[in-house]
């Protein structure tokens, strides 16, 4: 479901456009900026002014795996409301790609700076991203260790943390493995498959990171 968020707001009749994310909102994900602008344009100030953005990506590339999305934003900049200071607050544009062109559709710097704010952005390089809206559910502990990532290139250096039973993070016995055919296999160990819900944060090289959770309630360990 489309989020809308009410912490937006955009000066339609500055040039650029100033897209502004008020304090004490310290990020922005990509899909929440193209949800939010999309809803301002068709407001009754929205309709009147030349369209805020264009969007690409978001594919389904199968495997659970989509192309990431892309945003660019038409003769308009983000910009983080000013703090009085005097520490400086960090945020962070992310969940995707941000870029911005003038008015005659030359490309400029998305962030308008504002005091004692500082802006990161965080983007998927490789312009792909996994997604895992609901659980895996039902994996046997000591049975099915084998979990294929589905990501989108061989040759990628790819890693994972582990939380078991939500308690503190460790890195994986065995090392993540490509098969080709954009195809990584994860091997886990019996001790690490021992708990309830198994919490995965898998990194790639160009990605951001992918959450993956495992719940095997109800499984007994093999012997």
Known sequence: MPVIRDDITVAWGESPRIITVAAPSVEITMQDLRDTLRAMEMTDVGILYAPLLETSGKQDLGDQLYVGLTVKLLNAKIAFEARPGPEWILCTMKG???????????????????????????????????????????????????????????????SAILSKDAGNFAGLTNPIVGKGNRQYVMSLTDTEMDGADL?????????????????????????
């Open 96 to 158: 995707g790609n941000c870029v911005s062109v003038d008015v005659n559709g030359v490309t400029m710097d998305v962030r308008k700076p504002t005091a004692f704010t500082s802006v990161d952005r965080v983007s998927a390089t490789s312009g792909s991203m996994l997604e895992h809206e609901e659980p895996i559910v039902g994996v046997p502990r000591g049975v099915a260790r084998l979990f294929s990532l589905g990501l989108p290139q061989d040759g990628l250096s790819v």
């Open 199 to 223: 919490y995965l944060l898998i990194s790639a090289a160009g990605m951001e990171a992918i959450p993956l959770t495992i719940q095997t309630s109800g499984y007994p360990v093999s012997a």
